[in-house]
């Protein structure tokens, strides 16, 4: 644990940009209608194909090709979400030259989870109101009984993205509204949705010389594979605020999650991040794998990032101190 001191926990910072004079309200609207379908849209046909997946590989196969372009994009579009949406464009736990932080808002796009925009205003709010009214995605805010819990995982879980509220941008996320290559990107997430989709299907047709190498591709390396970072990402929600440890105080009841450590790219070490959201690495006990923090570790060599917020031996130990006062 070295390099760059992690500064004390920054709400201003890590939660919700200020804002000059009267403070802007928390929603803006509602999304009109066609937006509101194709949420649905891109949330229940990756959903289905997942669903089809299993008939899909007993009855015609499962190819490596298949497998590896599925395993590719899902790395790129993973870690476009866990190092570039979350880490950096949201807690800005590192700075990025003007190449790495385009490419990342390409990648992240590449998720089907929403412009770069709206998931960082999302996100931004969700620290900002963590596990309280006003949060997005909290799967505590219909109680602690059986039923409760119940609504409250399918929330936290998927529901929320149903909800027909948008998020303030420029109350959450001003700087990157003024930011003309990110609102570029933004305005482009259409374009980025169908070429997540299409390029695989294309590499697969091409490879194979066959439109059914181009189907099958389209399937596992597009839809499925969608359908399965939504999950991943989505359980960071439901399951890392219900289910695990909490060695960490904080805020909210963020927990650490084991089983999806190596999946969802070391995001389920959920609790050390409420605990302080700057710091880049959220695995940084012993024991603990964090795939994003090592890709940011190879950007930082790279010179393509600098000035990581790191952990410290020190601020590791001022966390634990303060555990063990609250607890």
Same mark, same amino acid.
């Given at each position: 644990?070295? %390099?760059?001191?992690?500064?004390?926990?920054?709400?201003?910072?890590?939660?919700?940009?200020?804002?000059?004079?009267?403070?802007?309200? =928390?929603?803006?609207?509602?999304?009109?209608?066609?937006?509101?379908? @194709?949420?649905?849209?891109?949330?229940?046909?990756?959903? @289905?194909?997942?669903?089809?997946?299993?008939?899909?590989?007993?009855?015609?196969?499962?190819?490596?090709?298949?497998?590896?372009? $599925?395993?590719?994009?899902?790395?790129?579009?993973?870690?476009?979400?866990?190092?570039?949406?979350?880490?950096?464009?949201?807690?800005?736990?590192?700075?990025?030259?003007?190449?790495?932080?385009?490419?990342?808002?390409?990648?992240?796009?590449?998720?089907?989870?929403?412009? =770069?925009?709206?998931?960082?205003?999302?996100?931004?709010?969700?620290?900002?109101?963590?596990?309280?009214?006003?949060?997005? &995605?909290?799967?505590?805010?219909?109680?602690?009984?059986?039923?409760?819990? $119940?609504?409250?995982?399918?929330?936290?879980?998927?529901?929320?993205?149903?909800?027909?509220?948008?998020?303030?941008?420029?109350?959450?996320?001003?700087?990157?509204?003024?930011?003309?290559?990110?609102?570029?990107?933004?305005? %482009?997430?259409?374009?980025?949705?169908?070429?997540?989709?299409?390029?695989?299907?294309? @590499?697969?047709?091409?490879?194979?010389?066959?439109?059914?190498?181009?189907?099958?591709?389209?399937?596992?390396?597009?839809?499925?594979?969608?359908? *399965?970072?939504?999950?991943?990402?989505?359980?960071?929600?439901?399951?890392? &605020?219900?289910?695990?440890?909490?060695?960490?105080?904080?805020?909210?009841?963020?927990?650490?999650?084991?089983?999806?450590?190596?999946?969802?790219?070391?995001?389920?070490?959920?609790?050390?991040?409420? %605990?302080?959201?700057?710091?880049?690495? &959220?695995?940084?006990?012993?024991?603990?794998?964090?795939?994003?923090?090592? *890709?940011?570790?190879?950007?930082?060599?790279?010179?393509?990032?600098?000035?990581?917020?790191?952990?410290?031996?020190?601020?590791?130990?001022?966390?634990?101190?303060?555990?063990?006062?609250?607890?």
């Amino acid at each position: 644990m070295t %390099a760059t001191a992690m500064p004390a926990r920054d709400r201003a910072s890590t939660s919700e940009a200020p804002s000059r004079g009267r403070a802007k309200p =928390v929603l803006d609207g509602r999304r009109p209608p066609f937006e509101a379908a @194709l949420v649905y849209a891109f949330t229940i046909i990756p959903m @289905l194909a997942l669903v089809a997946a299993v008939p899909w590989a007993w009855g015609w196969g499962l190819s490596w090709l298949d497998v590896g372009l $599925a395993a590719g994009f899902y790395l790129v579009s993973a870690l476009g979400v866990t190092v570039g949406f979350h880490r950096y464009f949201t807690h800005r736990a590192f700075k990025a030259n003007r190449g790495l932080r385009n490419a990342l808002a390409i990648a992240g796009s590449l998720s089907l989870q929403g412009d =770069v925009i709206t998931w960082v205003a999302d996100h931004r709010r969700h620290h900002a109101f963590a596990d309280k009214e006003g949060d997005p &995605h909290s799967p505590w805010l219909y109680g602690t009984g059986p039923v409760a819990l $119940a609504k409250g995982f399918f929330h936290a879980h998927l529901g929320w993205l149903f909800d027909r509220d948008r998020t303030n941008a420029a109350r959450f996320a001003p700087d990157l509204l003024s930011d003309r290559d990110l609102a570029r990107i933004s305005r %482009a997430f259409p374009l980025l949705t169908v070429a997540s989709l299409l390029t695989p299907a294309l @590499l697969g047709g091409l490879i194979t010389m066959s439109w059914w190498g181009a189907l099958t591709a389209l399937f596992w390396a597009g839809l499925v594979r969608v359908a *399965v970072l939504h999950h991943v990402t989505w359980s960071i929600n439901s399951i890392c &605020h219900m289910l695990g440890e909490r060695p960490f105080e904080a805020r909210s009841k963020a927990t650490n999650f084991w089983p999806l450590a190596v999946v969802s790219m070391g995001e389920s070490w959920h609790n050390l991040h409420h %605990a302080d959201p700057t710091c880049a690495r &959220h695995g940084a006990e012993p024991g603990q794998l964090d795939p994003s923090a090592r *890709v940011i570790r190879v950007f930082e060599k790279l010179g393509w990032a600098h000035e990581v917020r790191w952990p410290t031996t020190a601020r590791m130990a001022r966390l634990h101190e303060a555990a063990r006062t609250t607890g």
